[in-house]
């Protein structure tokens, strides 16, 4: 797109979003014109991580909020905020995590393992989520797992995670952790053999990493080296903490645009891996979504769930808002 064109665009967002009382939302993943603020030149009202965003929509004040990332994030923010109308600009715009799990499938699980509490990741559809008794996200994972008194969770769906949470409760608990085999695909691409290399480049280089990405990976990067295994929000803070200036990214490629913008004085090496779910949100879509907010058009965009399904899927949300 023409630098022009995108400028006429994100005027006519603005315009738009306040002749049809709409706020957006926007993932730390998007693209850097999606994820800078209103004020700053971007169209973006609030930018953070699906768990942050879906509380932020829970103060707007608008009636349409417009969800700037993937499906099962504005299916959260709807289950929060049932009274508003919550869109997203493509309705495929999906997740490997979300689709490796169905709600059958946790039925089956708690059959298989009776009485042994289900943890959800965040990552999840309503009706996954609507079956196990408290969600999570990367943020307070580790909390959530701890506070049950129960010996063995089952955890769903990130294995990566899974393990990587599951080496830390070990260690400070001794609790057992049962698994699902879903995986992300962005974060799985984070191989050990691929970061040890970029460590040999870049011998002073800390490392972020995402807790979705493989066990080797982590033990490649972190061990004998200071850095930081943990959520979007951890990376974020790490990076501004740490007294180093050199850092190696494993996340989504966009979120090193995040990094740079807070720390301009630091250097983020960041292999380039993209969502291309998340990247299904442009701002041609975002514009037509809201061209289409109170026409015959909006439904294309709406993401509507049936009352019963949001208030059984509230409950192991509104668990997990007690540890955010
Ligand atoms: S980065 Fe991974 S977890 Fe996040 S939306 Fe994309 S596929 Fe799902």
């Not at 966009?254 to 090496?269: Q, R, V």
Request: with cysteine; proline share 4%; hydrophobic share 40%.
């Amino acid at each position: 797109m023409e630098q022009l064109e995108i400028t006429s665009i994100k005027k006519e967002i603005q315009r738009l979003k306040k002749e049809k009382n709409a706020v957006v939302l926007s993932h730390y993943y998007m693209t850097p014109e999606l994820q800078t603020l209103a004020g700053k030149g971007g169209v973006a009202d609030f930018v953070g991580d699906s768990l942050g965003l879906s509380i932020e929509a829970t103060r707007v004040t608008q009636q349409n909020i417009i969800f700037c990332g993937v499906r099962f994030m504005a299916e959260t923010a709807k289950i929060l905020n049932p009274s508003k109308n919550v869109f997203i600009p493509d309705k495929d715009a999906g997740c490997s995590l979300a689709s490796s799990i169905t709600a059958a499938d946790v039925i089956k699980l708690r059959q298989q393992h009776p009485g042994i509490p289900v943890i959800a990741y965040i990552n999840t559809y309503a009706a996954t989520k609507a079956e196990c008794d408290i969600c999570c996200t990367s943020r307070n994972a580790l909390n959530i797992a701890k506070s049950f008194d129960s010996g063995t969770l089952i955890f769903v769906p990130d294995v990566h995670m899974g393990h990587n949470l599951q080496k830390k409760i070990a260690e400070e608990t001794g609790k057992k952790l049962i698994l699902w085999n879903g995986i992300c695909d962005v974060h799985e691409q984070f191989s050990g053999s691929s970061l040890k290399a970029l460590k040999e480049i870049y011998p002073r280089a800390e490392f972020l990493l995402h807790w979705e990405v493989p066990e080797d990976a982590v033990a490649v990067s972190l061990n004998n080296r200071k850095g930081v295994l943990g959520s979007t929000n951890d990376i974020l803070r790490y990076a501004g903490e740490s007294a180093s200036k050199q850092f190696i990214l494993a996340s989504e490629c966009d979120l090193g645009a995040t990094l740079k913008g807070m720390y301009p004085e630091k250097e983020f090496i960041t292999p380039c891996i993209r969502c291309p779910n998340i990247k299904k949100i442009n701002l041609n879509n975002l514009l037509k979504t809201l061209e289409a907010i109170d026409t015959s058009e909006s439904g294309r965009f709406e993401i509507t769930l049936d009352q019963e399904l949001i208030r059984r899927a509230y409950i192991p949300i509104k668990r997990m808002l007690q540890f955010a």
